[in-house]
């Protein structure tokens, strides 16, 4: 964390200090103290506090004082050692090209570090006041095969969560022992709402969680299937890691510290079934869309948004361009994700409007004041390849539509997995899932045999990825292509 310059003339942002923020910081202008829990969050990063949180906020502003957040993370204590000094206040700072406008939040009441005390987790999940709990845990804190879409049943979490129910570690131990306790004390059942880049996030996690439960307790599973609710959610900002620079900037704007501030573009998506049978806050009046059908939207997005970014941090990690802006700034590279939409496009519902769409991509990926680092989206690629490109790419071809820069995404990620960069340099892989695998040595092998045991990783392309020799012949060509060109001039034969 970023020391402020003069720690003494720099007090800590908080309650106290609200009334003195300089007169353009937009601040709460409700009674937090008559604010009461209605959600419990888990997985408090920065695109909670970016998104879901501000919602909140608006809500709260508007005197649905019954909706307040208690947050929990599942594993680090940084935002709550960050926040809980701060009276649990931080600063949403929304920034395009050189324009720039700074809001503290008070949406969120608590902040819990799950590991440290598991029973107070269990009792804020139980509270009867509670009825909605929203996640954003990443991909992988589903702890399933999401090719296959299972539970991970093997997992040394998932076998630890069923012998210590009353200390859980995953979303599944947490929120079964939630359900069992308010069950058992006629506590309305809670609404869950999946914020994660998955798709059909809530039938999945829903699933899961009850293939967790029948496990130990099959009624309980049985309930959870029948009478938890969890809507489909497609949820878009753009929130890149707070860096070092940003904490001093706002602080600095501030003149209070504030140690933990997100920085977000101004663009936002909050799309959601309306599946909520114990009610929830009017967050439509925030600009969310409460729609019947999510699958459209949340496939836009999926593949035009996350799939081009995971093409584009194959690039940036290729290359050694650091961020989404600096790969996109080359016109060589914006052209290849071009054509990636131009071919995505027929993959996704007549009802929503790609083009559109992808014209505001372009617009935000461009956003220079954003510094999204390729490393960041690069973590956990393997969790998020299959949903985002593999998908689309599926079905494009099985239709036998044009899909050249959509495998050239695949065979990018492919070599994103090797050793080193272009340029020599290590390419540092964070993926527990893919660290765990056997990857092939992709200097020593020919193209062939790289694709070859590729194809292997279950995780990834399912129990029958090399199924069709056709894909896997095409698949081949993009990535011999690759490594004999380059990634310039495997785009080139292809443009
Ligand atoms: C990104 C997403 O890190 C990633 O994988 O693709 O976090 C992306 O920025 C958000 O989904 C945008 O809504």
């Given at each position: ?401 044009p899909s050249d820069a959509v495998f050239l995404a695949l065979a990018l990620w492919i ?72 990634v310039a001039g495997a785009i080139d034969r292809i443009l």
């Amino acid at each position: 964390m970023t020391a402020p310059k003069n720690p003494q003339t720099r007090p800590r942002l908080s309650m106290a200090g609200l009334a003195a923020l300089p007169e353009d910081i937009i601040r709460p202008a409700y009674d937090r103290a008559a604010v009461t829990p209605g959600i419990v969050h888990l997985g408090i990063g920065a695109f909670h506090r970016a998104h879901q949180a501000v919602f909140i906020d608006d809500c709260l502003g508007r005197g649905e004082t019954g909706w307040g957040i208690i947050a929990a993370s599942l594993r680090s204590r940084d935002t709550r050692d960050a926040i809980a000094p701060q009276d649990q206040l931080y600063t949403y700072c929304e920034r395009n090209g050189e324009s720039e406008s700074l809001r503290v939040i008070g949406s969120i009441l608590e902040t819990i570090v799950a590991p440290e005390d598991p029973a107070r987790l269990i009792a804020a999940l139980s509270d009867p006041r509670v009825r909605i709990v929203t996640l954003t845990v990443t991909e992988k804190g589903y702890l399933a095969n999401l090719a296959e879409r299972r539970l991970l049943s093997d997992h040394p979490d998932i076998r630890h969560d069923l012998e210590h129910p009353d200390r859980p570690k995953t979303i599944h131990g947490y929120l079964t022992a939630a359900i069992r306790a308010r069950r058992a004390a006629g506590a309305v059942p809670l609404t869950l709402l999946s914020c994660d880049n998955l798709p059909s996030n809530g039938p999945v996690l829903k699933a899961l969680l009850a293939e967790f439960a029948a496990k130990s307790d099959a009624d309980l599973a049985d309930y959870i299937r029948e009478t938890i609710a969890a809507p489909c959610v497609m949820v878009d900002r753009i929130v890149p890691a707070t860096t070092d620079e940003d904490r001093a900037a706002i602080t600095g704007a501030l003149q209070a510290e504030d140690a933990w501030p997100v920085v977000a573009e101004p663009y936002f998506r909050w799309v959601i079934e309306d599946e909520f049978p114990h009610g929830r806050p009017a967050i439509e009046l925030s600009g969310a869309e409460i729609v019947t059908d999510v699958e459209p939207y949340e496939h836009m997005k999926l593949r035009m948004l996350n799939g081009a970014h995971t093409a584009i941090a194959a690039i940036g990690q290729i290359t050694g361009l650091a961020t989404v802006a600096d790969v996109f700034a080359e016109p060589r590279f914006r052209r290849f994700i071009d054509r990636y939409w131009q071919e995505v496009d027929p993959a996704l519902s007549p009802q929503v409007d790609g083009p559109t769409y992808v014209a505001g991509l372009r617009q935000r990926f461009a956003n220079p004041s954003l510094k999204h680092k390729a490393v960041q989206i690069a973590s956990d690629a393997s969790q998020k390849v299959p949903q985002r490109i593999l998908a689309p790419l599926r079905e494009l071809f099985a239709a036998g539509k044009p899909s050249d820069a959509v495998f050239l995404a695949l065979a990018l990620w492919i070599r994103s997995c090797a050793a080193h960069s272009e340029a020599g340099e290590a390419i540092t892989i964070h993926d527990p899932a893919f660290n765990a695998w056997e990857a092939p040595d992709q200097t020593a092998l020919p193209a062939e045999a790289v694709v070859a045991q590729f194809l292997t990783f279950e995780r990834v392309f399912g129990p029958e990825g090399a199924a069709d020799p056709a894909f896997t012949a095409a698949l081949t060509a993009a990535y011999r292509s690759l490594s004999e060109d380059g990634v310039a001039g495997a785009i080139d034969r292809i443009l």
